[in-house]
């Protein structure tokens, strides 16, 4: 079998060819160390046993387990024997661009984007997928596998779509799960989402983001936490928090200017909420990481410096 085209420089994972996402099968025996990352992961348990460290403390892990993190969610496995993984991973690149339509479906929002972003999950989702889906699931992620030996270019569409059903499949277990209904987002929300996205550093408040989509403050609030879990500037703080720790590790900044990068120049603040997001200060989370985390590059293969 031909190698993945996947390559390691500095100890980052990246694409050698502009592959768009990537699905790998490993076998893990005793530690993996802790380590983060800065695209979006997905673990699924095909076998072995083991257990998964993050912030929520250590989870034995059972066949069918599926562990999604955002970017900058820091993890680890321990006393693994046998632990059978696939893993796939795609860009938030791709995530905002050939996905951007996810937001909008009530389950496949809902699974990317809501959920992980979550004052309670902190970056991470978990969930099961029982005997059938997973077998589906793996259907795809073999697919998905043997697509990254192929060109981008005439692939492109196979490699999206695979990648979208084995998304599917875990976005209908994820619903299943939930007491509440799923329902699509309301084009205010996904609006707004885009705006506190793209504006990242602007001093946002309330009145000025509801005044931008021609709404009431409270209209707006009660229409994005019914559709997202949470108001909007706590989910400002969310995608704020993720792109720092993204900066910690990638770019040579000071904390200081990242904190002022994301839109928090009061440096007490940006280290309460880093901490209360990743429960390591932003100083210890770049030294604990900085030469231990994983980066991709999709668009252009070309490794990312940490």
């Known amino acids: 079998m031909e190698e993945p085209p996947v390559g390691t420089a500095k100890g ?3 694409f050698t060819d502009g592959s768009l996402a990537y699905a790998g099968h490993y076998i893990h025996e005793g530690h993996h160390p802790v380590h983060t990352h800065s695209f979006m992961e997905i673990a699924v348990v095909t076998g072995g046993q083991g257990t998964h460290r993050s912030l929520d403390g250590r989870r034995k892990l059972q066949v069918g387990e599926v562990i999604l993190l ?3 969610v820091w993890h680890g496995y321990e006393d693994c024997e046998s632990l059978d993984l696939y893993n796939c991973c795609f860009s938030t690149e791709l995530l905002h661009r050939e996905l951007a339509w996810t937001r909008e479906d009530p389950l496949l929002g809902y699974l990317l984007w809501t959920a ?3 004052m309670q999950r902190r970056g991470m989702l978990v969930t099961r997928l029982d005997a059938q889906a997973l077998k589906a699931s793996v259907v795809h992620l073999d697919a998905l596998d043997r697509l990254g030996r192929q060109s981008v270019d005439r692939h492109r569409g196979d490699i999206i779509g695979r990648l979208t059903l084995f998304l599917s499949h875990l976005a209908r277990a994820v619903a299943e ?3 509440s209904g799923s329902r699509p987002a309301h084009p205010a929300v996904v ?3 885009r705006l506190l996205e793209a504006r990242l ?8 983001l509801a005044d931008e989509l021609h709404l009431s403050p409270r209209y ?12 909007p500037m706590a989910y400002l703080a969310q995608h704020r928090v993720e792109t720092a720790a993204s900066l910690l590790l990638h770019t040579d900044q000071s904390v200081t200017q990242i904190g002022q990068a994301v ?8 280290a309460r909420r880093f901490r209360a997001h990743y429960g390591l200060s932003a100083t210890t989370y770049r030294q604990r990481f900085t030469h231990n985390a994983v980066g991709l590059r999709p668009s252009t293969g070309v490794p990312v410096r940490a």
């Open 116 to 118: 992980p972003n979550s």
């Open 220 to 231: 707006l609030v009660r229409i994005f936490k019914t559709t997202t879990g949470l108001p």
């Open 70 to 72: 955002r970017p900058g």
């Open 177 to 179: 799960q939930r007491a």
């Open 263 to 270: 839109g928090w120049a009061d440096q007490n603040y940006f």
């Open 191 to 193: 609006e707004a989402m």
């Open 12 to 14: 980052l994972l990246y």
């Open 201 to 208: 550093a602007h001093r946002w408040t309330l009145t000025e």
